[in-house]
């Protein structure tokens, strides 16, 4: 199916939005809501708070400190970080960013059919595919989002380009090319 995508083309449908995920807190697990607003540094409201150290005010990651992914915010820093806290056994605490604290690029896209890729074996050596901490859940029944890498992707109201895939093998990076809100049930479109 061929539509106007308001980007001044055409975009072939390939999906939908499956869901979409927040992760309010750098390194702990996301949370899923029904819609979001993305901007020109990424989804509202995600990875704006760091796990810091009260006593080094070291940022700790879910690398050293593996009990950060299996945890998830409330939205109230003091209430966060007191269970952050108990879960490491050391007094920690929140920090705010000025903006989201992305480490390679604004969107992290999924689809669900990599997932079930992945769950089959399909992940080459050296990559993680059990927590791909993903933005957008896609639902792409009879495409790839690996295929996408340079390409404009429309998802509800923003466009975004695909830069690269990640280290983790699972999905695709983007930047925010228009700004605009994306809702669970939007279609996905790829333009050009």
């Known amino acids: 199916m061929e539509r106007d995508s308001g980007t001044g083309g055409a975009g072939r449908v ?6 979409v995920w ?3 807190v750098k390194s702990l697990a996301g949370r899923s809501v029904p819609e979001v ?3 020109p540094a990424g989804l509202a409201g995600d990875r704006l ?5 009260a006593a080094t005010g070291e940022r700790l990651r879910a690398k050293a400190a593996p009990q950060l992914a299996g945890l998830t ?3 109230d820093p003091a209430a966060d970080g007191d269970t952050i806290g108990r879960a490491l056994g050391r007094a920690v605490r929140l920090e705010r ?3 989201p604290q992305v480490d390679v690029a604004a969107v992290h896209l999924v689809s669900r059919q990599a997932r079930g890729r992945a769950d089959a074996g399909e992940v080459p050596d050296g990559c993680s595919a059990e927590d791909p901490r993903a933005n957008l859940v896609l639902e792409l029944p ?3 989002e690996r295929g996408w890498v340079g390409r404009e992707v429309r998802v509800g109201d923003c466009v975004l380009i695909v830069t690269r895939t990640p280290k983790h093998c699972l999905g695709v990076y983007a930047e925010v090319r228009t700004p605009g809100r994306v809702r669970v049930g939007d279609a996905v479109l790829l333009v050009g």
Do not use: E, L
């Open 14 to 19: 390939v999906g939908t939005v499956g869901s």
């Open 22 to 24: 927040v992760h309010p």
């Open 73 to 75: 915010a409330v939205g």
């Open 37 to 39: 607003d993305v901007g």
């Open 142 to 144: 009879d495409d790839d």
């Open 97 to 99: 960013a000025a903006a």
């Open 49 to 53: 708070y760091a796990v810091v150290d």
